[in-house]
């Protein structure tokens, strides 16, 4: 507080220092308050908010490259939407999936898919990074782990496909509703 106070005052003897020194403080604050959006966006997701799940995760692409510099191509050839809760899960575990490959992966673009089956519907995030050796994963490791529980949760699947040098693919595949069979 009283640090602050002497800050303060010595900025008020210097009229331009003060102005470099609030320059700072705004383009600062506008960058929290972009964080903020953010952050609010990832824990209420637009599919949340009935936004169709291949426009939500093209929203979450767009800033992902945006944060990250890669390009994140989401292609949707699903007829019919899924219910809420699937969509939600689907876009959480998109979510990670692309926040992994643009963390560990090295991949310039990454591409997210989703589809149907005969038996049922899926999601597929692949890159051509480095990959990965899946077996090589300690079982505790967070990342694939909140990935598998997720896909569990919803009646899904989850593969892993990866090698080194080989890229990575994530796919978890949901059956029809017993009702739909």
């Known amino acids: 507080h009283w640090r602050m106070r002497a800050e303060l005052a010595a900025l008020a003897e210097s009229p331009e220092e003060a102005r470099a020194a609030l320059a700072e403080v705004g383009g600062g604050l506008a960058g929290a308050a972009g964080e903020l959006r953010t952050l609010a966006e990832d824990l209420q997701p637009l599919v ?92 505790g490791h967070l990342g694939l782990r909140f990935l598998r529980d997720h896909a569990e949760w919803i009646g899904g699947r989850l593969s892993v496909q990866s090698a080194p040098g080989c890229g990575t693919s994530i796919r978890v595949e949901l059956p029809l509703p017993t009702a739909a069979r």
């Open 48 to 139: 949340a908010r009935d936004v169709p799940l291949a426009e939500a995760l093209r929203r979450l692409a767009d800033r992902f490259e945006q944060r990250h510099g890669v390009t994140v191509m989401v292609e949707s050839r699903l007829a019919t939407e899924l219910p809420a809760p699937v969509r939600e899960t689907l876009y959480r575990i998109a979510q990670e999936a692309v926040n992994n490959a643009c963390r560990h992966s090295g991949a310039k673009e990454i591409t997210v898919s989703l589809g149907e089956k005969t038996a049922g519907s899926w999601l597929e995030v692949r890159d051509a990074g480095q990959g990965f050796d899946p077996g090589a994963v300690p079982s």
